[in-house]
C-alpha cells in the first residue's frame, strides 16, 4: 500500500511481478478509469491553503465501499459466464487441506477436464509450484499485507491462463475464514474447506463464511478414528448459519469421499453449458 | 484486517469526489457500516488514520453510524433484530431468514471545505 496517495498496494505481486503498472478506479459514472501515477508522491499531495480560512460543506456521497470491487467482480462474473468457465472461490482457514485437495483433484480431472488455478497467499510460490507439478497452470497472486484475494487481482491474473470453453477455474484464496466474505470475485459460488482437526463450532464461530459458501467440504475424514470431532454437530452448526449449504465428507489423502466431489464439479460444469446454451446469463448468479 | 483494503477503496471515492466537486480539504468522515458487514469499526480508525496520512482527508474526522442487522422471518411473517448471521428466527426458532438490514458498508457524507 502506497501511504502517500493511498493507490494500489505496490507489494502486490502476480507470479512475481507487480501487480499495479498502472491506477485503476471506478469513477462516479461507473467506469473503471485507468491511468499511470506520473506525479511524484508526497509533496505534490500538499495544499498551500491556509486551513480554517474556507467555509465548511456536507456533500451527499451516499456510495457503496465495494462498489470498486464488486465492478470488477461484475466484469469477471460476465467473462467467466461468455467464456463457459466454472470459477469456484476456495475458502478456508489456514492448514484445512485447499492445496492438496486441488493437487488430488487435478489429478483425477487429468485429461478428462480443462482446467487451471489461481493461487493466493501473502508470501511464496509454492503452492502454485505444487499445481504446476501435476501439469496444470497456475497464477500465484501474493497479497503481501492483503489479507484475502480482490476481484481486480483475480482480473490481472486471468489473461496469463488463456482458459478454454468449459474450464474449472479455482481459485484459492488466501487462509482466512473472516475476510475473504467480503470479496465477490466474481465466481460462480465459494466452497467453504473446513478439516476434521479443526473445532465444529467453526461455522458458529464464522458464520459469515459459512452463510455464503454454496458447499462445505469436511476434509481429512481419515483422522475421524483418532480425533473426538463430531460430524453430526459440525453439519449442525453448519446449517444453522446456513440451512441449504450442501455438504460432502472427503479425505484428500485416503482418497474417500473424492468422488461425491468430482461428481458435484461435473454437475456443475454440465448446469453451466446448459445455462450457456441457452443464454441463461441468471444461470450461474452466486448467492452472497 | 481487510479494514485496509476498505479504507483505501474509501479515499479513493473521496479522492474521486474532490476530482469533481473540487473541495480542498475533507473535515468529517461519514460511514454506515452494518452489524452484520463484518467490519470491526476500531479496526476501520485505525487503517483510515493511516490510509488518509498524505492525502487531503488527513485529519479528518471519521464517524461511523452503526446499522442494526435485521432479517424477514417467513415462519413470523415479521422483521425481526438479529445481531450476527444465523440461519434461525431469534423469536420463533424458525427459518428460513433472510437478512433485509446490517449488511452496510457506505460513504454517507463529506464535510469538506
Sequence with gaps: ?288 | MHELSLAENLLEIIEDAARADGFQRVRKVILEIGQLAVVEPEAMRFCFDAVVHGSIAEGAQLEIVAVPGSAWCAPCAATVPIAEIIAVCPRCGGYPLQPTGGKELKLRTLEVE
Excluded at chain 1, 15 to 25: I, K, L, Y
Excluded at chain 1, 73 to 98: T, Y
Excluded at chain 1, 150 to 175: S, W
Aim: with cysteine; hydrophobic share 40%; net charge negative.
Design chain 1, 1 to 288: 500500500m502506497c501511504l502517500t496517495c493511498g493507490c494500489g498496494e505496490g507489494d502486490v505481486t502476480i507470479d512475481g511481478q507487480t501487480a499495479d503498472p498502472e491506477h485503476q478506479h471506478v469513477g462516479a459514472d461507473g467506469i473503471v478509469y485507468r491511468h499511470v501515477h506520473a506525479h511524484p508522491h508526497g509533496a505534490a499531495h500538499a495544499h498551500s491553503h491556509a486551513p480554517g480560512t474556507s467555509p465548511t460543506r456536507s456533500l451527499q456521497i451516499e456510495r457503496d465501499i465495494l462498489a470498486r470491487n464488486d465492478a470488477f467482480a461484475a466484469d469477471n462474473r460476465r467473462a467467466f459466464e461468455r467464456q463457459g468457465v466454472l470459477a469456484l472461490n476456495l475458502v478456508s482457514s489456514p492448514g484445512s487441506g485447499k492445496t492438496t485437495l486441488l493437487v488430488r483433484t487435478i489429478e483425477a480431472l487429468q485429461g478428462k477436464t480443462s482446467l487451471a488455478v489461481i493461487e493466493g497467499d501473502q508470501q511464496t510460490s509454492l503452492d502454485a509450484e505444487r499445481i504446476r507439478a501435476t501439469g496444470a497452470a497456475a497464477v500465484q497472486i501474493n497479497t503481501g499485507k492483503g489479507c484475502h484475494l480482490d476481484a481486480q487481482r483475480v482480473q490481472q491474473a486471468l489473461p496469463k491462463l488463456a482458459l478454454p470453453p468449459n474450464a474449472l477455474l479455482f481459485i484459492e484464496n488466501v487462509g482466512n475464514l473472516v475476510c475473504p466474505a467480503a470479496f465477490d470475485l466474481g465466481e460462480a459460488c465459494k466452497v467453504v474447506i473446513l478439516s476434521v482437526t479443526e473445532g465444529e463450532d467453526k461455522p458458529l464461530k464464522y458464520p459469515d463464511m459459512f452463510s455464503a459458501a454454496r458447499l462445505m467440504l469436511l476434509n481429512k475424514c481419515d483422522l475421524l478414528p483418532h480425533l473426538d470431532f463430531d460430524v453430526a454437530r459440525v453439519i449442525e452448526n453448519a446449517r444453522r448459519v446456513n440451512p441449504t449449504i450442501e455438504i460432502l465428507q472427503v479425505s484428500a489423502r485416503s482418497g474417500a469421499g473424492m468422488q461425491a466431489w468430482l461428481d458435484w464439479l461435473a454437475g456443475e460444469l454440465a448446469a453451466l453449458s446448459v445455462g450457456c446454451a441457452r443464454g441463461d446469463d441468471a444461470v450461474r448468479r452466486p448467492q452472497l
